[in-house]
């Protein structure tokens, strides 16, 4: 079955602008969880969404905003963007969440870069 | 905040050998730890997991071992191979959220 598939993989943002993610999970998968990777700060929990609510959200600004649909696609959205938010944006999809012990599986990335 | 870190930030080994990388936890609530890998320009991929009520599980070619007691974590790599050459992650789950080590280099010579 076909994993899971983030687009862009690529963005050059200007600061100031916003950006919208997208992750398609693996079907069947309910729980779709966002990261931020950087070399400074490695990997960092953003939110997780498990049937079109948020249940989970880690230490990021009101910038970072994210939302399910109903087919368990979710988006993450970054305004006002600035240098710092330049990154790897990774999508994990799992069953029904880590929290339950089950494996997450993590898309090849979006590479954002603001300038 | 609890978190999860590496002892070693990057370890070289030769082809054939033998690699153990280590992950220290913190969150004693904790109850499920994952290893994954992760190659230049790819996303995290999924190597082995292990509950909080095992202290060793066994996949191909790779085992963790989990002790509690000291809260440390292990990836054993059995005859290392040039297409193990990555960054290998520690991830600990409490509730919801994984929380994820700085990662190893792991670097495997010819």
């Known amino acids: 079955k076909a994993g899971v598939t983030q687009t862009p993989r690529y963005l050059i943002k200007t600061r100031g602008q916003q950006v919208t993610l997208s992750c398609s999970p693996i079907?069947?998968?309910?729980?779709v969880s966002w990261y931020q990777q950087t070399p400074g700060q490695g990997l960092q929990f953003l939110f997780e969404y498990f049937s079109e609510t948020q249940r989970n959200k880690g230490n990021f600004p009101g910038r970072f905003s994210g939302r399910q649909f109903s087919n368990s696609r979710s988006e993450m959205n970054v305004s006002t963007l600035e240098l710092g938010d330049s990154a790897l944006y990774l999508c994990a999809s799992s069953l029904v969440g880590g929290g339950q012990g089950t494996e997450a599986f993590f898309g090849q990335g979006t590479r954002l870069t603001v300038v | 905040g609890e978190s999860v870190g590496l002892h070693l930030p990057t370890l070289s080994v030769q082809e054939g050998d033998n690699s153990i990388i280590n992950c220290a936890y913190s969150?004693?609530?904790?109850?499920?730890f994952i290893w994954y890998k992760q190659e230049s320009g790819k996303g995290p991929q999924f190597i082995i997991d292990?509950?909080?009520?095992?202290d060793k599980r066994q996949g191909q070619r790779v085992t963790v071992l989990l002790n509690k007691t000291v809260k440390h974590l292990s990836l054993q790599i059995a005859a290392t191979q040039p297409g193990d050459s990555a960054v290998y992650f520690c991830a600990e789950n409490a509730g919801n959220m994984l929380t994820f080590g700085g990662g190893t280099r792991l670097m495997v010579k010819p």
């Open positions: 292990i509950r909080s009520n095992m």
């Open positions: 969150n004693s609530a904790s109850d499920y």
């Open positions: 079907s069947g998968h309910r729980s």
